[in-house]
């Protein structure tokens, strides 16, 4: 079974830094894409940033310049590095990988709550 677990959200003043881990776990044969996601209270899941097995990276307009997402394929992690933080991205944060175990699906970890004070 298939797990993805995120760490490393919390509590940050405007103009300040997290860094935010996803780590997967269980019988993985491949990673393909692998990405972050966000939620605010009354708004849609919009893509944060995605990464694929390569490197190469893409960013949401919004985030472009201030958040960077890196990966270790070794260690099946995905990590977000997002600097110059503002209360506009306040949100609960998802870790999002195409996973390939006896077949190719899209799964997703529980969550991190990320607060941006002004």
């Known amino acids: 079974q298939v797990q993805l677990v995120e760490s490393g959200g919390g509590l940050v003043q405007a103009g300040g830094s997290l860094r935010l881990s996803c780590a997967a776990s269980g019988i993985i044969f491949l990673i393909n894409d692998m990405r972050w996601y966000r939620q605010a209270p009354g708004k849609q899941r919009e893509l944060v940033a995605s990464?694929?097995?390569?490197?190469?990276?893409t960013y949401a307009g919004s985030v472009q310049g201030r958040f960077t997402i890196s990966r270790d394929n070794a260690k099946n992690t995905v990590s977000l590095q997002m600097n110059n933080l503002k209360p506009e991205d306040q949100a609960v944060y998802y870790c999002?990988?195409?996973?390939?175990?006896?077949?190719?699906?899209?799964?997703w970890g529980q969550g991190t709550q990320v607060t941006v004070s002004s």
């Open positions: 990464i694929t097995r390569g490197g190469s990276t």
């Open positions: 999002n990988a195409d996973i390939l175990t006896r077949r190719s699906d899209t799964y």
